[in-house]
Nanobody, 114 residues
C-alpha cells in the first residue's frame, strides 16, 4: 500500500519561503509522476504543480514563477519550493501521484500571515 507523508509546512510571513517534502513508498513518482495540491479554508482542493514521469512540469497560474516542483527518484521523494509566499497561499498542502491517485496523506499546513 502506497503511503504519502508530507512535511515542511509552517507559519511564514508574506514574501517568505518554505520547502515542502513528500515521502512516498514504492518507487511511484518516477513511474506515475507527482503533483502537489492545496486546500484553502472553505475551498476545494486544487492542483498547484505537477511533474510528469518524463520530467515535464506544470503550474497553476497563481503560483507560476514562485513555486518549483522537483523530485528525487532515488529517494522517492518530491519537493515543492515555495518563494514569495502570499496570504492566498495559505492552506493544507498534499502530494499524490499525478496519474492514478492513491489515498491522500495527512497533508502539511502552510500559513502565510503577518
Amino acid at each position: 500500500q502506497v503511503q504519502l507523508v508530507e512535511s515542511g509546512g509552517g507559519l511564514v510571513q508574506p514574501g517568505g519561503s518554505l520547502r515542502l517534502s513528500c515521502a512516498a513508498s514504492g518507487n511511484i513518482f518516477s513511474i506515475y509522476g507527482m503533483a502537489w495540491y492545496r486546500q484553502a479554508p472553505g475551498k476545494q482542493r486544487e492542483l498547484v504543480a505537477s511533474i510528469a514521469s518524463g520530467g515535464r512540469t506544470n503550474y497553476a497560474d497563481s503560483v507560476k514563477g514562485r513555486f518549483t516542483i522537483s523530485r528525487d527518484n532515488a529517494k522517492d521523494t518530491g519537493y515543492l519550493q515555495m518563494n514569495s509566499l502570499k496570504f492566498e497561499d495559505t492552506g493544507v498542502y498534499y502530494c499524490n501521484r499525478l496519474i492514478s491517485r492513491v489515498a491522500w496523506g495527512q497533508g502539511t499546513q502552510v500559513t502565510v500571515s503577518s
